[in-house]
C-alpha cells in the first residue's frame, strides 16, 4: 500500500524532501550569454534602419543539484530580437524552470523539460539557443528503469513556443529494452548485442474548423530496433502516424510514415557509416496550424554533413517533412604515421556522400473525398532535392604548421528548399584551403581562404579569413565575404566583418563590426524576409 | 513490483487517454452558418490579410479568401494590405537575377497599412488578423491563412454589437466622394470607439510571385487591395464616434469626409471600407462596405 501510493504523493513528498535536505552541500551552476548588435542602415545591401537602433538577445541557466534533487531555471530576455531570428522571440520571463527527484531508479521532473523517443521520429524536445529554437516540453516526465535493461519513459506536457505554449497536448510513453542485460543468464556468452525499443505519441487539439473535421486526436507509433557486434553498429527505426492534416502538409489527411536505417563499421583508424531514411508526410506539431520552427514535436533528422565553413554552409540542406528520400555514405580513414601518405605525423582523409530526392507521387485530386492527396511509390524517387559529395584532408605538417583541404560539390534544389519555384538546380563547387600556423606556443595564426563556383543564383563568391590566436585570452579575426560573381555589377559587394575577443577563466567578451548579406526564409506555408546588416556586435559568455 | 503495477497502469491509462481519431470523410456534413443577427442587423467580419508581390506563398492568402467569400458570402469583407520587404516595389526590393527587367514596379504600400504593419507587428507574410481578435485555440493574434476560415466562423457566429452604414455620392467627372458613415451600437457599452473608413481596389491586373508556378512570377488580378484612407490619409487610425458610458438607445452616429480619387485607381472597381473599432484593443465590432458607384 505504502509503494502503491508513491506516484500520487510523489510530487509533495519530491518538494518536502528537497526543502528537507541541506541546502548547503548543493551545487549551484550556470552559464550565461548575452549578443546584441548596433544596426546601422546601409542601403547598398539593402540593411534597413531599426528603430530600436541596438537589439540583444540574452539568457541565463541557474542549475542546482543535491543529491537526487536537482531544480533550474533560465532566464531569457530578447529586447528585442535581434534581425534574423524570429521575432515572435521578442519579450522576457522564466520560460525554463524545472525540478527534479530520483530515487529508487525513478526519475520524476515537473516543470519544463527535454526528451527523446528513439531516432526522434516519434519525439523529441530540444533547444539550440543559438537558433532560438526551443520546443521544450511543459509538464510532468517519469522515467523508470524497471531492472536492468528495461527502462521506461512516460510524459504529458504542452510545448514551448516563444513566451508561451502550443494549443495542442502532448502525451507520449517509450520503452526500451536491452536484452543482453535483462536476459543476463542466456545472453551471457552471447558477443551480440541487441536492444529493442518503441514509443507512441499523441497531440490533443480541438477541432473549430467550419469546413473540415479535424482529428482532435492524432498519435504516432514507432519500433526501433539496434544490434552492436564488435566493430558493427546496425539500428533502425520505422514510425506511422494517422491522419493528420495541418498547414505543412495542406490539410491532406493521409496517414505519415518514416523509416530510418543506420549502418556503422569502426576500427582504429577507420570509420564507415551508411544511412538511409524516407520520410512521407511526417511533419507532426502540437499546433496545427503552426509553422517555420514553431510547436514540432518530432524530430526528422537531415542525412547530410553539416558543414563549418562559410563557403561549404552556403546552400544548407533541410529535411523537407512533407517527403524525402535521403542516404548518406560517409568514411573516414587515417594514413599511420610514416607511410607514404601519412608522412611524419599521419594524414586523415573523410569521404562524404549525401542526396536527397522527393518521393514519387501521383496526385489523387480527392479534396472533395477522402483528402489523401497523394499516392507514393515505395522503391522510386522524384525531383533532386540535394546532393553534396565532398572530400577532407587533414595533415599535420610540421609542429608549427596543419593544415585542411576541402572540396565540396553542393547541388542544391532551391525551389524546394527555399520555397521557391522557376529555379534551376543551383551546381557549386567549393573548395577550402585552411591553415594553421602556430608561431610561438602561445600564438597562432589561422587563414581560411575559400571559393565558391557557381553560375545560378548570385554567382561566384570568394572568402579569406584571418585569425590571429594569443593563448590563453585574445583573439583578433577578420572575414570577407566578395560575391565577386554576382551577375548584377551593382551586387559585387564585400561583407566584411571583424572580430576581437578576450578570454579569461570561463568568461568571453567579444566585439565585432560586419555586414551580414539578406535571405529569404520560407518553410511550411510562410515567407520571412531576413535583412542584412551592417554594424556592431558585442558577444558576452559566463559560466561558473 | 508494486511499483511495477503501478507504472503498467499509468502506461495504460496513457493509451486509453490518447486514443487516435480516425476521419474517414474529412468535409463537414452540412452547410456554414453565420452572420449572427440582433434587430435585423448582421454581423460583419473584418479579414486583413497582410500580403506582398514578391512574397512567394501569398497567393495562397488570396485563394483562402476567396474560400472564405464562397462560405460566407459578404458577410465578409477583406483587405488585402500590400506592407513590408515584400511590398517593396522591385528596384528597392533588389530584383533577383532571373526576373523580368522593370517588372512589379508597382509601391502598393499605404500609409495606414505601414503603419497597422509596424503596430500589430508582422513578421511573416501572408498572416491576417479577424476583426482583430486573438484565435482562441493559440491566442495569436496574426494567423494563418488555413486559420481564417475557423476564426471567421467564430466571430460569424457572435451577435452583433453594432449598426454601421455607409451612405456615398461620388461624381466621375471630379472623380470626388462625399461619403457619411452612420451606426448605432446595439447593447450599452462604455469605451471610446472609433471608425476608420478606406478605399479598396478589386481587379488590378499586376505582378505577383507565387511558388507554385513555373516561372515563379506572373501577372495576376490583385483583389481587395488597400488602396488609402478617405478619412484620415496619412494615419491608420480612424474618427473618434463615442466615448464613455454608451446607452445603446443614444449610441447613434453620423461622420462624413471628402475625398478625391486618385487618377491612377480604377474607380468602376473601387469600393468603400469601414469599420468601427475598440480604441482600447483595436477590436473591430462592425464592418461594412459599398461600391463607389
Not at chain 1, 502538409?249 to 505519415?256: D, L
Not at chain 2, 491608420?236 to 445603446?248: E, F, K, N, Y
Not at chain 2, 469600393?271 to 463607389?292: E, G, M, P, R, T
Amino acid at each position: 500500500m505504502k509503494k502503491s501510493l508513491y506516484l500520487s504523493l510523489l510530487g509533495v513528498a519530491m518538494l518536502t524532501t528537497a526543502f528537507a535536505q541541506d541546502l548547503s552541500k548543493g551545487r549551484i551552476s550556470g552559464n550565461f550569454e548575452i549578443d546584441a548588435q548596433y544596426y546601422n542602415p546601409d542601403s547598398a545591401i539593402g540593411a534597413p534602419a531599426v528603430p530600436e537602433k541596438a537589439l540583444m538577445n540574452g539568457w541565463g541557466n541557474i542549475n542546482y543539484v543535491n543529491g537526487k534533487f536537482s531544480a533550474g531555471v533560465r532566464y531569457e530576455s530578447y529586447l528585442n530580437v535581434m534581425q534574423g531570428y524570429d521575432p515572435r522571440n521578442k519579450g522576457t520571463g522564466l520560460p525554463y524552470r524545472f525540478a527534479s527527484y530520483n530515487n529508487e531508479d525513478l526519475e520524476i521532473t515537473v516543470g519544463s523539460f527535454y526528451e527523446q523517443f528513439g531516432t526522434g521520429l516519434t519525439l523529441r524536445a530540444y533547444e539550440d539557443r543559438g537558433l532560438l529554437y526551443d520546443n521544450a516540453l511543459d509538464g510532468v516526465r517519469a522515467r523508470f528503469k524497471v531492472r536492468d535493461g528495461l527502462y521506461l519513459k512516460g510524459l504529458w506536457g504542452k510545448q514551448r513556443t516563444f513566451f508561451t505554449t502550443s494549443p495542442g497536448i502532448v502525451r507520449g510513453f517509450d520503452g526500451e529494452i536491452n536484452l543482453n542485460e535483462f536476459f543476463a543468464n542466456a545472453f551471457d556468452s552471447c558477443k551480440t548485442t541487441v536492444i529493442l525499443g518503441g514509443s507512441f505519441v499523441s497531440k490533443y487539439q480541438a477541432d473549430q474548423d467550419p469546413s473540415l473535421v479535424l482529428p482532435e486526436n492524432v498519435g504516432v507509433s514507432a519500433g526501433r530496433f539496434n544490434i552492436i557486434r564488435g566493430k558493427i553498429n546496425f539500428s533502425g527505426e520505422y514510425a506511422y502516424k494517422i491522419n493528420d492534416p495541418s498547414t505543412t502538409n495542406g490539410f491532406i489527411y493521409k496517414p505519415g510514415e518514416a523509416i530510418f536505417t543506420s549502418l556503422v563499421y569502426s576500427q582504429k583508424g577507420l570509420g564507415i557509416a551508411l544511412s538511409a531514411k524516407r520520410i512521407d508526410n511526417m511533419s507532426y506539431r502540437s499546433d496545427r496550424s503552426a509553422t517555420l520552427t514553431a510547436a514540432m514535436i518530432n524530430y526528422l533528422p537531415a542525412l547530410t554533413r553539416q558543414h563549418t565553413y562559410p563557403l561549404a554552409a552556403f546552400y544548407p540542406y533541410a529535411t523537407q517533412p512533407n517527403g524525402e528520400v535521403g542516404w548518406q555514405a560517409d568514411i573516414g580513414y587515417k594514413f599511420k604515421k610514416g607511410t607514404k601518405f601519412g608522412g611524419k605525423y599521419g594524414t586523415d582523409i573523410a569521404v562524404n556522400y549525401s542526396a536527397a530526392y522527393g518521393l514519387d507521387t501521383t496526385n489523387l485530386n480527392d479534396e472533395n473525398g477522402r483528402r489523401f492527396g497523394y499516392s507514393a511509390a515505395y522503391f522510386s524517387t522524384g525531383e533532386e532535392f540535394f546532393q553534396d559529395i565532398n572530400v577532407e584532408i587533414s595533415k599535420k605538417i610540421s609542429k608549427k604548421l596543419k593544415g585542411t583541404l576541402l572540396y565540396s560539390n553542393i547541388r542544391y534544389n532551391k525551389n524546394v528548399i527555399e520555397g521557391k519555384s522557376g529555379y534551376p538546380i543551383i551546381a557549386s563547387h567549393i573548395a577550402v584551403v585552411d591553415i594553421i600556423y602556430r608561431i610561438t606556443d602561445d600564438v597562432a595564426l589561422r587563414t581560411d581562404l575559400e571559393h565558391l563556383y557557381a553560375t545560378e543564383d548570385h554567382g561566384s563568391w570568394a572568402v579569406a579569413l584571418v585569425e590571429l590566436t594569443m593563448a590563453p585570452h585574445w583573439f583578433v579575426a577578420g572575414i570577407d565575404q566578395y560575391n565577386y560573381g554576382n551577375e548584377h555589377v551593382d551586387e559585387r559587394i564585400h561583407y566584411f566583418s571583424t572580430q576581437v575577443g578576450y578570454t579569461r577563466g570561463t568568461n568571453r567578451i567579444a566585439l565585432g563590426y560586419g555586414k551580414q548579406r539578406a535571405g529569404i526564409f520560407c518553410v511550411g506555408g510562410v515567407c520571412r524576409f531576413v535583412p542584412a546588416s551592417n554594424g556592431f556586435t558585442l558577444v558576452i559568455t559566463s559560466s561558473f | 513490483m508494486n511499483l511495477l503495477k503501478t507504472i503498467g497502469l499509468f502506461a495504460g491509462l496513457a493509451m486509453l487517454t490518447t486514443s487516435c481519431d480516425y476521419v474517414s470523410v474529412p468535409q463537414q456534413v452540412g452547410g456554414t452558418t453565420g452572420g449572427g443577427q440582433d434587430s435585423g442587423v448582421t454581423r460583419v467580419v473584418l479579414l486583413e490579410d497582410y500580403t506582398g508581390h514578391f512574397c512567394p506563398n501569398c497567393p495562397r492568402g488570396a485563394e483562402a479568401i476567396d474560400s472564405i467569400h464562397t462560405l460566407f458570402g459578404d458577410d465578409v469583407i477583406a483587405i488585402s494590405i500590400h506592407a513590408g520587404d515584400f511590398a517593396k516595389p522591385g528596384p528597392e526590393y533588389g530584383l533577383p537575377v532571373n526576373y523580368p527587367p522593370n517588372s512589379f514596379p508597382e509601391d502598393f504600400r499605404t500609409t495606414p497599412g505601414n503603419e497597422w504593419n509596424v503596430y500589430f507587428g508582422l513578421f511573416a507574410y501572408p498572416l491576417g488578423m479577424v476583426n482583430r481578435v486573438p484565435n482562441p485555440t493559440n491566442t495569436n493574434l496574426l494567423n494563418l491563412n488555413s486559420e481564417w476560415a475557423t476564426m471567421v466562423s467564430l466571430e460569424l457566429a457572435k451577435a452583433p454589437t453594432a449598426d454601421l452604414q455607409i451612405a456615398p455620392t461620388y461624381n466621375s467627372g471630379t472623380r470626388t466622394l462625399n461619403v457619411t458613415i452612420s451606426g448605432e451600437m446595439l447593447q450599452d457599452t462604455s469605451g471610446t470607439f472609433m471608425i476608420k473608413t478606406v478605399l479598396v481596389e478589386d481587379s488590378i491586373y499586376e505582378w505577383q510571385v507565387d511558388n507554385e508556378l513555373t516561372p515563379d512570377y506572373t501577372q495576376y488580378y490583385h483583389n481587395h487591395m488597400l488602396r488609402g484612407a478617405v478619412d484620415f490619409p496619412n494615419s491608420g487610425w480612424g474618427d473618434q464616434v463615442l466615448s464613455g458610458t454608451i446607452a445603446a438607445t443614444q449610441s447613434s452616429f453620423t461622420k462624413s469626409y471628402t475625398y478625391v480619387v486618385n487618377n491612377n485607381w480604377d474607380d468602376d472597381h473601387l469600393y468603400i471600407v469601414s469599420f468601427l473599432y475598440d480604441d482600447a484593443n483595436k477590436q473591430i465590432l462592425q464592418a461594412a462596405k459599398v461600391k463607389l458607384k
